[in-house]
């Protein structure tokens, strides 16, 4: 089988186990029909996601350009806390702002080789922990706009990290944890305009990744060093692909690379 397209990152459902597809350009590939199989990716070209031309990716599939002047990439996004929408304030262009950050946002405990706290829209719950490579996560609070997730979330990092440790997840060195504890013990931290919006008595979400081989020192495949590559594929975990000689391939990671992916042989 061959396929060719544009990468972006992998379409989920949250089944059990968690079912992934590679979507480009009207084709896809249900990505947990090739575990167990030799596959082979090449990198032809570089195509933005925006503007389409084959310029050098700069970030979240976009060359230099477009990445400066895209309203989904605006500082608010990785920053919730700088959103002011609310306030009828424009950062790139207010009419997209409005309708992103004036929604329901969850903060939230995700545990994929550390508990996390993280912010997403609602309607991105779950899909934001299973491309993370979290196997359980839970709500703290559910609130109307993103500046105030952002600032909860500002408030709870002085007393839980926000970051993960890929290599911890990939390699799934990973401990159960009581998150429902943990999101009890956090509340007295929340700010005081979010503490009404609190969620007291939710239970954890658990999920499961197709994974058949974890790997034991995970290295991480470069398109730009390396633009073939083959290996047979034992899991799927993030946005990740996992690979039996201890290679992992970040997908999200090569957004806007246009690849060639061979299966067999």
């Known amino acids: 089988m061959q396929y060719q397209g544009v990468l972006t990152k992998m379409t989920t459902e949250f089944q059990d186990p ?3 597809y590679l979507v480009s350009e009207g084709d896809f590939i249900h990505m947990n029909q090739l575990l167990d199989n030799k596959i082979k990716i090449e990198f032809l070209r570089y195509q933005c996601l925006e503007c389409g031309l084959d310029k050098k990716i700069y970030r979240q599939g976009y060359c230099y350009d477009d990445f400066y002047k895209m309203p989904q990439v605006g500082d608010w996004v990785m920053n919730p806390e700088l ?3 609310h306030l009828g304030e424009e950062d790139r262009d207010l009419e997209f702002e409005k309708k992103v950050q004036l929604q329901p946002h969850i903060v939230y405990l995700a545990n994929s080789s550390n508990i996390k706290v993280g912010v997403t829209r609602k309607s991105q719950v779950p899909t934001r922990w299973i491309d993370q490579g979290a196997h359980e996560a839970i709500e ?3 609130v109307p706009n993103r500046y105030l997730a952002g600032i909860t979330e500002v408030a709870l990092k002085a007393h839980i990290s926000d970051k993960t440790n890929w290599r ?4 799934n060195d990973i401990d159960d944890e009581d998150l429902a504890a943990r999101r009890d013990a956090l509340k007295q931290y929340i700010p005081e305009e ?3 919006y609190f969620i007291a008595s939710n239970n954890e979400t658990h999920i499961d990744f197709p994974v058949l081989k974890y790997p034991e020192k995970p290295k991480t495949l470069n398109l730009e060093k390396k ?3 083959s290996g047979v594929l034992k899991g799927i975990k993030g946005q990740y692909l996992i690979f039996d000689d201890n290679t992992v391939f970040n997908v999200r990671a090569h957004e806007g690379y246009v690849v060639g992916i061979t299966v067999g042989g």
């Open 18 to 20: 968690v079912q992934y």
């Open 83 to 85: 959103s002011k929408a």
């Open 140 to 142: 703290i609070v559910e």
């Open 168 to 171: 911890k997840m990939l390699k």
């Open 194 to 196: 979010a503490q009404q």
């Open 227 to 229: 633009p073939t590559y």
